[in-house]
């Protein structure tokens, strides 16, 4: 079974491929994805990858977690789920600058 991997503290020049070829040393390699900005594509510094086998991703956090690539020292963990998106808005604050007001009275 696949293990997906969070690979962080990224170069910012590093690509998919260099990523993929880095962690390639571990074992299999499904995918390696940097993520990046929608608007300019350069790097979010961080990305995923995700190994053949539990064995070979655990293998892959102890030879990269800490090590350098690219003169930067990458944090290398088992990737957790995404948290669900919340809903935004849906109140306003009671304080000085913001209340509720009563449009029906005349004041």
Do not use: C, W
Not at 7 to 27: I, M, P, R, T, W
Not at 44 to 64: C, L, N
């Amino acid at each position: 079974m696949n293990k997906k991997l969070y690979v962080g503290n990224l170069s910012y020049d590093l690509s998919d491929e260099e990523l993929k070829d880095h962690f390639s040393q571990a074992g299999n390699v499904t995918s390696a994805n940097v993520i990046r900005y929608h608007d300019t594509g350069r790097s979010k510094g961080f990305g995923f990858v995700e190994m053949g086998s539990e064995e070979e991703a655990q293998k892959a956090i102890d030879m990269f977690n800490g090590q350098e690539l690219k003169g930067r020292k990458m944090v290398v963990s088992e990737a957790r789920p995404p948290k669900p998106k919340g809903n935004f808005g849906g109140g306003f604050r009671r304080g000085n600058r913001f209340q509720k007001r009563d449009f029906n009275k005349n004041e």
